[in-house]
């Protein structure tokens, strides 16, 4: 893709979140685009910036930290992209991924959140965490389940994780062109993060990750806060 294509592809893609916003009477903007940059060079992520967006993911840390750091210090100190890790992070991976990263959305078990945690008071910052829930049939990423969960966000609500904002559950809806099921995944993640705010109250989980380039209209519609494209923004990747 060229930087004029990225362009136009993420103007097209912001007129269609504002479009399904305005449908489900959502206001404008409440929709944040997370432009998942994976598989593709520091360039695809400049052309984004240069057109004033600042939101990108990535899910493999090694691949994002020789990217985003070699960004940041380019010349243009005025460009400042925002870093969110999407895809399972291996406890090993967890320094470079804080260092990098201002949110972690796949946070998927309690020796994670602990690493998270250490790593952060060494580098004395904080740092937003999402959890990454399974709720579609294929999808194998996220907590192993619902009760481990809890046990994590019980932990949370008493103060053990002092550097970890939990602003947010994530999830990717199944692999298929059954409408119904994608929504019901999204549905799911919308009334479980209802159910844990009313469970621990003193956590304020307001984010909902959801939705992707052919699915993040029905994530809209069912109360998305955050959608994360990457093939409708920057074309195929390839995965040589
Ligand atoms: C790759 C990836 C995306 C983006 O998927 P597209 O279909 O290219 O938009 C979103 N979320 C996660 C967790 C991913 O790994």
Redesign the pocket.
């Known amino acids: 893709m060229t930087e004029s294509e990225i362009k136009e592809n993420l103007v097209k893609i912001k007129e269609k979140i504002w479009e399904c916003e305005e449908k489900s009477g959502r206001s404008r903007n409440s929709v944040v685009l ?1 432009a ?1 940059s ?1 598989f593709h060079p520091a360039e695809d992520v400049f052309a984004c910036l240069n057109a004033g967006h600042k939101v990108f ?1 990535e ?1 493999r840390v090694q691949e994002a930290y020789g990217k985003f750091n070699d960004i940041r210090s380019s010349e243009n100190l005025s460009l400042n992209p925002e870093l969110h890790i ?2 399972s992070l291996q406890t090993n991976k967890v320094k470079k991924a804080c260092e990098i990263a201002s949110c972690i ?2 946070v998927d078990r309690l020796d994670l959140v602990r690493e998270i945690q250490k790593q952060c008071i060494k580098l004395e910052k904080k740092i937003d965490v999402f959890f990454e829930i399974h709720t579609g049939e294929e999808s194998k ?1 996220g907590f192993e389940s619902i009760s481990d969960f809890k046990s994590v966000l019980e932990l949370f609500s008493s103060g053990e994780f002092p550097n970890l904002n939990a602003k947010g559950l ?1 999830t ?1 809806a199944p692999f298929t062109n059954d409408e119904s099921l994608i929504r019901k995944s999204f549905i799911q993640l919308r009334e479980l993060k209802d159910q844990v705010n009313k469970e621990f109250p003193n956590l304020l989980i307001t984010e909902l990750s959801m939705g ?3 699915d ?1 209209g029905i994530a809209i519609e069912e109360g998305s806060t955050m959608v ?7 074309g195929e ?1 390839n995965y040589q």
């Open positions: 997370c998942v994976k993911g899910n999407i895809g959305q796949s990423a994530m990717m992707m380039s052919g993040f994360r494209v990457g093939t409708a923004i920057f990747r």
